[in-house]
Nanobody, 124 residues
Framework: HVQLVESGGGSVQAGGSLRLSCAASGVIYSSRCMGWFRQTPGKEREGVAAIYNAVGGNTYYADSVKGRFTISQDNSKKMTYLQMNSLKPEDTAVYYC?????????????????WGQGTQVTVS
């Protein structure tokens, strides 16, 4: 049984930082691409960042977060992180961790196989 659990969300002022964590449990050998998505009410879930689960794995970012967000992994702990700096009010959303077999079309929510429950990020 695969489970993804996010943590680290909260409220922060514009310009501040937050670090989201995603803990994975269960067998996910086929889920080589870990990603972060976000969603606001009435909008579709959008891809924020993704990382391929390999040494020196490629990373991918939405244009809106490039230069501000960094995705990383600690494979020994089955953890994926999203460091968010220079936060803006438009970054306010529920953030979800997702696992998929490939990073091809990484920003498409429909391709993710496993999802976490989400964590709220509010920037004011």
């Amino acid at each position: 049984h695969v489970q993804l659990v996010e943590s680290g969300g909260g409220s922060v002022q514009a310009g501040g930082s937050l670090r989201l964590s995603c803990a994975a449990s269960g067998v996910i050998y086929s889920s080589r691409c870990m990603g972060w998505f976000r969603q606001t009410p009435g909008k579709e879930r959008e891809g924020v960042a993704a990382i391929y689960n390999a040494v020196g794995g490629n990373t991918y970012y939405a244009d809106s977060v490039k230069g501000r967000f960094t995705i990383s992994q600690d494979n020994s702990k089955k953890m994926t992180y999203l460091q968010m700096n220079s936060l803006k009010p438009e970054d306010t959303a529920v953030y979800y961790c997702a696992a998929r077999s490939s990073c091809m079309l990484w920003d498409r929510a429909s391709g993710a196989k496993y999802w976490g429950q989400g964590t709220q990020v509010t920037v004011s």
